[in-house]
């Protein structure tokens, strides 16, 4: 079993920046492809960024392109979401998931989440 535990949400300002983290419980970063996926009140849960684990391509939802960098450290078992220019659009709780694919899954079925945490950017 494969246990994600997400941290570094919090309170920000419209304009400035957090950076997520998300730690395995055990070495996946090498066979699974890494998600961040994000839920407003009322709204589906959608697809932000992942990382693949062959080559390590990243992909990215057009809303945060530009503004959003997804990364892994692989001796550490974590996967990363520095999140810069944030706007208030941006509030919701931030999930990070894992699936054993070799490509990035913009989709929501991924074999392994996180509890979330929670990101408010006030205007």
């Known amino acids: 079993q494969v246990q994600l535990v997400e941290s570094g949400g919090g309170l920000v300002q419209a304009g400035g920046s957090l950076r997520l983290s998300c730690a395995a419980s055990r070495v996946i970063l090498n066979r699974y492809t890494m998600g961040w996926f994000r839920q407003a009140p009322g709204q589906e849960r959608e697809f932000v960024a992942g990382?693949?684990?062959?080559?390590?391509?990243?992909f990215y939802a057009d809303s945060v392109k530009g503004r959003f960098t997804i990364s892994r450290n692989n001796a550490k078992n974590t996967v990363y979401l520095q999140m810069n220019n944030l706007k208030p659009e941006d509030t919701a709780v931030y999930y990070c998931?894992?699936?054993?694919?070799?490509?990035?899954?913009?989709?929501?079925?991924?074999?392994?989440w996180g509890q979330g945490t929670q990101v408010t950017v006030s205007s």
């Open positions: 998931a894992a699936k054993q694919a070799s490509v990035v899954v913009t989709t929501i079925d991924y074999d392994y």
């Open positions: 990382i693949s684990w062959v080559v390590g391509s990243t």
